[in-house]
């Protein structure tokens, strides 16, 4: 059966690309995930010129160390060429970015500004966010996520919402975090899509999207 990769984007614009992968003759499955990789790889090393380089450390910017407590992914070298990007890797750095109060509006004229730079650099910024949701913290270039090798499949989530935050559309912000064991696994923070009446509307409509999340892990994880 072939497994059709579609419509992939990276941050220089789309991508479209048909990857096909269909199971060597011969292939049987010997029970066991290792020796299952260990013979896929046997089979496409006589059909192709290929190298097998071990474990996975690096790739598209993102540092891989595999233990035997686990993984850890992080983006340290990706985080520090977006300082050196935008000239920013000499400033000093600052226990709180900006007041915890803080709304800000949209400017009805300010002087123009180089989109494409700004889109750039935005793009960087949330790639980075991949692997790590916070980057209000001081001096954490090096920081990403561990993956611990605990054995639960026990998923966890909580959610929460900002009220009104938006001063110019009213809409609150929905937040919501979940974890497989002891390691995060997916993270969302958006605007909430209709305008929330009280704070207790706003949690229900976070709570709800985040319901949803647990539906679509439960199927794609506990089923497997």
């Given at each position: 059966?072939?497994d059709?990769?579609?419509g ?6 789309e991508?479209?690309?048909d ?5 060597p003759e011969?292939?049987?499955?010997k029970?066991?995930s290792?020796n299952?990789?260990k013979q896929f790889?046997d089979?496409m090393?006589r059909r192709?010129?290929?190298?097998d ?5 690096y790739y598209?910017?993102?540092?891989v160390?595999?233990?035997a407590?686990?993984i850890?992914i992080?983006?340290g070298?990706y985080?520090?060429g ?8 000499s400033c ?5 970015p ?6 800000i509006s ?12 700004y ?5 960087c910024?949330?790639y ?5 949701p916070?980057?209000?913290?001081l001096?954490?270039t090096?920081y ?8 639960t499949?026990e998923?966890?989530?909580y959610?929460?919402s900002s009220?009104?935050?938006?001063v110019d559309?009213?809409?609150s912000t929905?937040g919501?975090?979940?974890?497989l ?5 997916t993270?969302?923070?958006?605007k909430?899509?209709t305008v929330?009446?009280s ?6 409509m ?5 319901e ?11 089923n497997?």
């Open positions: 059966m072939g059709p990769s579609l992939c984007k990276d941050l220089n614009g991508l479209n690309e990857v096909y992968i269909t199971q011969g292939f049987e499955n029970g066991t290792l299952v990789i790889k089979d090393s192709f010129e290929m190298s380089l071990g474990k996975l450390t598209l910017g993102i540092e160390t595999q233990g407590d686990g850890q992080k983006l070298g985080a520090q977006i300082l050196v990007k935008t000239k920013m890797e000093n750095y600052t226990h709180v900006m007041h915890t109060s803080l709304k949209k400017a009805v004229e300010e002087p123009g500004i180089d989109a494409t730079s889109q750039s650099t935005i793009g910024l949330r980075l966010l991949h692997l790590r916070d980057l209000a913290f001096d954490t090096e990403g996520l561990f993956f611990k090798r605990s054995g499949m998923i966890t989530g959610s929460d009220h009104n935050i938006d559309d009213g809409r929905t919501f975090m979940f974890y064991g002891t390691s995060p696994i993270l969302t923070s958006c909430q899509p929330a009446f704070s207790c509307e706003a949690e229900y976070a709570a709800t999207e985040a949803k999340q647990t539906i679509w892990l439960m199927v794609e994880i506990m497997k």
